[in-house]
């Protein structure tokens, strides 16, 4: 069988910790301090799901960090270091950190995005 391939529309993949999030009861970041920080940033890049989103944050397994009041994240991009995101951080500063800023299109810029 010959190897295929599937188009997306991603421009960047962050991996952030299940169980960090699991931890946090999948709220503390968000305009409100209501989401996980995966959906957090899904919502913050503008929508578009699946394939035809800019960003794909997935959720994986433990990075064998285990914060307290905070989730591990990275950028595929920069997989040589992992951030440690407290409770409430704001969304502007950890698309930076994460280096989303010139590869995704609408990173958060008022602060209404702010968690």
Do not use: Q, Y
Not at 9 to 35: A, H, I, N, Y
Not at 44 to 55: C, T, W
Not at 75 to 89: H, K, Y
């Amino acid at each position: 069988m010959p190897i295929k391939t599937a188009r997306t529309e991603w421009r960047d993949v962050v991996l952030v910790c299940r169980k960090c999030s699991k931890k946090l009861d999948g709220k503390g970041f968000g305009p409100d301090g209501d989401r996980s920080l995966k959906k957090a940033l899904r919502k913050s890049a503008g929508g578009g799901k699946g394939r035809k989103a800019a960003l794909k944050v997935i959720e994986t397994g433990c990075f064998d960090i285990c914060p307290k009041n905070a989730v591990v994240a990275l950028s595929a991009s920069r997989p040589e270091s992992l951030l440690i995101v407290p409770v409430g951080a704001g969304l502007n500063e950890v698309w930076t950190r994460l280096g989303l800023h010139a590869s995704v299109d609408g990173p958060p810029t008022s602060a209404a995005n702010e968690g």
